[in-house]
């Protein structure tokens, strides 16, 4: 014989006299300085043949990364994103002529020590067809900062709680709910707005007996906020008329 079905228990989101809820949004906001930085690195080519100018890039490509991992540690990670070689067509006559061809591979380092920094930044600015951007100043996805500004808004919500409840003369009593209703509203991977460094005129190759002064590049300080929703339940006050 089946069991009689259980009459589910309504909610009660406002309470009972007998456990009356307090509800409360806790906030934090942390400024900090950034932990690493990125930088875009597009290397260029182009030339009246498709196999020099492949060559030309692959030359070239291979000067920056060298360049790049000759900074050891510093340079946290290192990636090679997309790479292209196309023709370029005559602008006039119906026939497909070929008049150039242009190659281009795109570079992403990101970097902890921000003194070098400025050092590679220029030494890559000052390669031949060379574009560099960046920095975007972020904070690592693990960063402690997130915990600390998580914890510290669950502490303001209970601060905020028991204030309530003081205020009518009694204590909580109980956590019913703690709600993260989106502890980061950073932009994504917590970078900010680009600058543009530098961007090598198409000319000839830097001079390669003098190097290019280190750009002074001030990190640019990070917002992290974090916010909560959380409901308690308080011993039942005394309200005196």
């Known amino acids: 014989m089946d069991a009689a079905p259980t009459t589910p228990t309504p909610r009660t989101p406002y309470g009972t006299p007998d456990a ?6 806790g906030e934090a906001h942390l400024e900090v300085d950034p932990e690493i930085a990125r930088i875009g690195i597009t290397v260029n080519a182009r030339g009246t043949d498709r196999r020099d100018t492949l060559n030309d890039l692959t030359r070239r490509n291979t000067t920056a990364l060298d360049l790049i991992k000759s900074y050891g540690d510093t340079v946290e990670n290192l990636q090679t994103g997309a790479f292209s ?3 370029r067509l005559t602008r006039h006559g119906r026939a497909e002529r070929v008049r150039a061809y242009h190659g281009r591979v795109h570079i992403t380092a990101e970097l902890t020590d921000f003194t070098a920094l400025g050092e590679l930044t220029s030494r890559l600015a000052d390669l031949d067809l060379t574009h560099v ?8 996805p693990d960063s402690p900062t997130h915990r600390r500004a998580r914890q510290q808004a669950v502490r303001e919500a209970v ?3 028991r204030e309530y409840a003081e205020a009518l003369g009694t204590d909580l009593a109980a956590l019913i709910e703690l709600a993260d209703i989106g502890a980061e509203n950073t932009p994504a991977h917590g970078y ?9 005129a198409y000319g000839g190759a830097a001079d390669p007996d003098t190097e290019p002064a280190p750009l002074d590049l001030e990190p640019q300080r ?8 959380a409901r ?6 005394r309200l005196n008329p």
Do not use: C, K
């Open 232 to 237: 308690f339940t308080m011993t039942p006050p």
């Open 192 to 200: 900010d707005g680009p600058a543009v460094m530098r961007s090598v």
């Open 159 to 161: 601060q905020r709680a």
């Open 20 to 25: 009356p809820r307090v509800a409360v949004r």
């Open 133 to 140: 951007e960046g920095p975007w100043w972020a904070l690592r």
């Open 222 to 229: 990070q917002h992290v906020y974090a916010q909560v929703n």
């Open 85 to 87: 070689i196309s023709p």
